[in-house]
């Protein structure tokens, strides 16, 4: 019997790759580090981590559209919420929002939410 030892077999806890019981986002075009620094000088209320998960229910994004259109959005109409309705509200909100200052919001974007 050969005493040499094999590589390892890896343990459960290096075969479990979530955190919390929350899957790392998906591999692939993520935001750019670009992005992430624009998203820090804001200093939002709710520090942007994950920009799927964070971003998901229009709270953050109606916070950063206020600071450019301070008369548009008043954030006491938004929720940071996770439920389908409340995602569903805000969006709709930016929508009306982006439709009146002729931004284009690509359907594609709030429906994937």
Known sequence: MNSTPGPRSPTRKQLDNTVFGYSP?????GVSRDVYKFLQRLDLSMPVKNPRRDLSNGFSVAEILSRFYPADIQMHNYQNGTSE????????????????HELQ??????DGV
Do not use: H, M, S, T
Request: glycine content about 4%; charged content about 35%; aromatic content about 4%.
């Open 25 to 29: 986002p998906p591999e692939g075009p």
């Open 85 to 100: 309705r409340c995602k569903r509200d805000n969006w709709e909100q930016i929508q009306r929002v982006c439709d009146r």
């Open 105 to 110: 919001l690509p359907a594609k974007i709030v």
